[in-house]
């Protein structure tokens, strides 16, 4: 099963290495990371997301706390919670096209941020599927680029990641 | 407040976390620290002849007096000579707090002359790794290095100071730090109590239980409240490789170590359990044999400072985090209170099993008529002239599997081997750190000609020093246990297994000004092992010569369960 993670580390130079080393040191698979320093610039957040057993995710999880840095984590997945990822886009916005383009930005609720005369870049967020989605209804032929920030979540309601 | 480089910084911190011996060896980046060391003598330093040498040195310090080994190695080479002593004590959780010298702060990542990055090298074999930024962490940093390297799981750190962060003429404020807080690292201190209770009425309800004590609870220094426990409830224990020593061998509830080398009785019993109780084990691969077959009537309740140590390859009914020791002693606090005990009627039928088991094998060994040794009588002698009471030290191979067998061990911290990542090159080193430390102990490297060649550079410290210890390298002319394998799996097809060309011991050991003996017959062994141990203050190297083609057994089969075993070369279960 697909899981979210978010871990509360030291922003220390070399933890995030650390995180990284450790899923490929043993042999954990990652599909998507983001970090950044929180409102508390003594402290990063790291979100990953990753599948496996239930066996697997609880020894992601184990040896994520083990490490020095990692102050506190949450697996997401483990409750009600929102995911979102950004995605910055260039599409060929040409001729009889351009309209058709603008208009499936409009339905998936996306900005262009971006335009020149033959190309439009469009920043949309959502969760995975929906990113998919939109890559779908444009039609690979007309993306140029994509860059996708990976996972961010947070939990719904009262709880917070914090220490 | 005291002003002082980032060099004096470093020798006071160690002075002030009451280090008595570093080992290391010297090098452009840690001169500074050099110098510092030079004018004071409370810290004393060991010069080995190789970095490796002085991370097992720290590290068997560690092993037997249970405080941190600290080592001091130079940037590049020096520190990447390390990673294999480093790597061997993570893999056993021994602590260890190792200081690397780097290159100045400005020249890192420019490929400066030995520059090597050591904290991303060792990344993945220490428990954490620091690097100095500034000078004034000095104090702090290595106060942290000593807490994490000692607490929780215990492991190696790894400190890497630039050159510039110990420029004598560079004077900070020192003070050291008396206690640490980390908001990241809170280690378990107690276990769960609810799990615990739990833990205590399955071990009473239990027909079969057998205990499966481990490293945890020799490093964590339980083993008394684990034998308490054990003698209380009348339960049979099987002490892993790294808990040899951990419940006397002479204790008729003790079964031996369980495993691929494991003894007949312990791993029948443990594939018969209704209930392990695994008190600081990890359950790895070369116990368990395949997991999915592991030990199929029994349920396990596993205690374990590192909560990723739990279920991590058995799935644990009962997982209770915490030191082994608070953990045992609660349990032997609630039995104190409760004072329902196994059935007794279950307990007797169950080690009146265990007793035919016993007799089924018992680490019978066949010897040779003709005066060829069996390394197993090696081991057997050893353990007499030193009535049990050495500190072993051990290399990696067959004459280690032997050690663990026939040398039975009564005390714990008294077995000193490289399980976790089976270190050739470990034993010598090792039986020197010990020795330096406890001088009036014997102390005992029993080695393989192949691993012993691996540190033998080693006999030049063992001079300067003074470490008389007693090496007894169990010569079968061969890297044996490859041998073993390829004569199980390849048709003894003995690729490069065989050694050509050995020195001669004798000339070798007494190049350096030590003592040597050869033995190659049964009739010299007890006169050569009584000579070698009467010289207190000599090295002496018993060259001991036995019979190659002898295999360890029992022998687990691959891939099968606990019970699948050979007992000889045609004898399978
Ligand atoms: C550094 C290292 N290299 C290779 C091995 C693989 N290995 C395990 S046992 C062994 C043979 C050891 O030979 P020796 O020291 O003579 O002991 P014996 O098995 O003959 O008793 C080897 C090569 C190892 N454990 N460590
Ligand atoms: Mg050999």
Redesign the interface.
Known sequence: MRHIIAVLMENEAGALSRVVGLFSQRNFNIETLNVAPTEDPTLSRLTVTTTGSDRVIEQITKQLNKLIEVVKLVDLTDGDHIEREMMLIKLKAAGQHRDEIKRTVDIFRGQIVDVTSSVYTVQLAGDQGKLDAFINAIGETYVLETVRTGVSGIARGEKVLSI | MEMLSGAEMVIRSLQDEGVEYIYGYPGGSVLHIYDALFQQDKVKHVLVRHEQAATHMADAYARASGKPGVVLVTSGPGATNAVTGIATAYMDSIPMVVISGQVMSHLIGEDAFQETDI??VS??VV???F?IKNPKDIAETIKKAFY?ASSGRPGPVVVDIPKDMTTPTDKFEYSYPEQIE????NPATRGHSGQIKKAVDMLVAAKRPVILLGGGTVGGRACDEAAALARELNTPVSTTLMGLGGFPASDRQWLGMPGMHGSYEANMALHHADLILSLGARFDDRVTNSTEKFCPTARVIHVDI???SI??TI?ADVPIVGPTKSVVTEMLGLLGKNKARPDADALASWWNQIDQWRERHGGHYETNDNGLLKPQQVIEAVHKVTNGEAYVCSDVGQHQMFAAQYYKFDKPNRWINSGGLGTMGFGFPAAMGVKLHYPDAEVVCVTGEGSFQMNLQEFSTCSQYGLPVKIICINNGSLGMVRQWQDMNYESRHSQSYMQSLPDFEKLAEAYGHEAITVTHESELMPALEKAFAMKDKLVFLDIHVDAAEHVYPMQVPKASMRDMWLNKTERT
């Open positions: 904290l991303g990344r993945p428990k954490h790794n690097a994490v980390m908001r990241s690292y590192d909560p990723s279920s991590k799935a």
